[in-house]
């Protein structure tokens, strides 16, 4: 695996849940389905999982709440930054949100879960018109 094995910090926006993870359990996935895309207001979410032992939260963990049957989910209380998804079939292992690592480069995903569900305007990307900061006023 080329993830990195040392441990990493990580945390919400606001900086009130830090935590640390240690050895990825398997290569981050970038998720499209319907209840991440909701629970992260966001097109896809990539997730790295971690055996539950090498995740450890600071003075303050997230809140979680029960996001559909066998789901529960951990983000920040004070920012609402999506930071966990834990499956009662998986009770051994947590994913987190690896854009809440202090350096998600270095856990870049390796492949695409859930494609079904895939917004159509997410297969184009390369076609839209980028700018480095913001969009340029014509």
């Known amino acids: 695996m080329s ?3 040392e441990p990493q910090p990580g945390g919400c926006l606001c900086g009130a849940v830090r935590f ?3 050895s990825p359990a398997s290569p981050p996935a ?13 097109p896809a979410v990539a997730w790295a999982t ?15 709440y029960r996001s559909s049957a066998g789901v529960t989910r951990g983000f ?6 999506p930071l966990t998804y ?5 009770p051994d292992y947590v994913d987190v949100t690896v854009a809440s690592l202090d350096d998600p480069e270095s856990l870049p995903p390796r492949d695409q879960i859930w494609t079904g569900h895939r917004l159509a305007w997410m ?13 340029k006023e014509s």
Request: with cysteine; charged share 30%; hydrophobic share 25%.
């Open 76 to 81: 920040c209380h004070v920012c609402g930054t």
């Open 30 to 42: 970038l998720c499209h389905c319907k209840s991440c895309r909701k629970a992260c207001g966001a």
């Open 3 to 5: 993830a990195r094995e």
């Open 50 to 64: 971690f055996h539950v032992s090498n995740v450890d939260f600071d003075a303050s963990p997230p809140t979680y």
């Open 123 to 135: 297969e184009n990307l390369d076609d839209m018109p980028e700018y480095e900061r913001t969009r």
């Open 86 to 90: 834990a499956h009662d079939d998986y």
């Open 20 to 22: 640390t993870v240690r």
